[in-house]
């Protein structure tokens, strides 16, 4: 169906000039990425379009534009079937130029033959973003470009991998094991480390107050023995005891985790069906008061 221009310079309206006046519309109504989109289909056809109706669209494209993200997608192969937050894109193309609501966003390109492509993004109203996906791997040989096997020859049944055995993965348990466990027992150690010191400092207090009141120390080895004796001894007891458990703990620690960082170090390649690959990865951190070394491996 045809709509007829009232000023009489064409017969008809060109798609170009109902899209632009369609998307005017729509930024009218607040619906900025619908906007966006036709009229900036509309621009793209400006051949078609009056100068006045261009500045007119052009306009509307750069306000609608400023509150929606602008993303410029190129995809190879171009064949690659593209999904936009789970969404299909309904056509394919080398380069895309897509409107979306602000807001984090996950692109996603898959091709038959190769790996899919991620890229996720966040985008504030008026960004332009421009993404470059390659998706690794060849792609899928039709049946007439692949040689025809000679009709004589057997193929000899593919030969099945070896299943990885139980010995496989135990290095890496051992090692999420041995992280955990050097964890806990440093922060035991340093809880009764902490709880040593508060006791030794409540023995000191004591102490004093005895030696304010003129009480000799050497009293709790006489008989009678001063009820605050009791506790002083107990004080004692309970210091020694958390100092010994915080050591232990502390050293169990310092043992256990030297024993795991050493593991990354360790070859055990003669357990695995596959070559080694390099497993750990020291990065130096400095923050406000400390300086520590992360470790990071893989198994």
Not at 284 to 296: D, E, N
Request: proline letters at 7%; one cysteine or more; a positive charge.
């Amino acid at each position: 169906m045809k709509l007829d221009r009232a000023d009489g310079d064409r017969g008809a309206f060109d798609p170009a000039e109902i899209a632009g006046e369609l998307g005017l519309c729509e930024l009218e109504l607040r619906k900025y990425r619908d906007a966006a989109e036709h009229l900036t289909w509309s621009l793209e056809r400006d051949w078609a379009l009056p100068s006045q109706l261009q500045e007119r669209f052009l306009t509307g494209q750069r306000k609608a534009a400023f509150y929606v993200v602008e993303l410029v997608l190129s995809v190879d192969p171009p064949d690659a079937e593209i999904l936009i937050d789970g969404q299909k894109i309904g056509r394919t193309a080398r380069t895309y130029k897509l409107f979306l609501e602000p807001g984090r966003h996950m692109v996603r390109a898959r091709a038959p033959g190769r790996e899919d492509g991620f890229h996720a993004f966040n985008g504030e109203p008026g960004d332009k973003q421009e993404i470059s996906m390659k998706l690794s791997g060849p792609a899928v040989s039709s049946a007439k470009d692949a040689p025809a096997a000679p009709k004589t020859a057997s193929a000899s049944p593919a030969v099945r991998p070896k299943e990885p055995g139980p010995w496989a993965s135990w290095p890496g348990t051992l090692r999420i094991g041995g992280i955990g466990l050097t964890a806990a027992t440093a922060s035991l150690g340093a809880v009764f480390m902490v709880r040593a010191s508060t006791a030794d400092g409540d023995l000191d207090e004591r102490n004093k107050k005895l030696d304010a009141a003129g009480v000799s120390r050497g009293v709790c080895r006489e008989q009678p023995k001063p009820a605050t004796c009791s506790e002083l001894t107990r004080l004692r007891r309970d210091r020694d005891l958390f100092a010994g458990l915080g050591t232990a703990m502390v050293v169990t620690s310092g043992v256990v985790g030297a024993a795991t960082v050493a593991s990354f170090f360790t070859d055990f390649s003669f357990r695995r069906t596959e070559p080694t690959k390099a497993r750990l990865t020291l990065i130096p951190t400095v923050a406000p008061a400390q300086v520590s070394l992360v470790a990071y491996g893989a198994w």
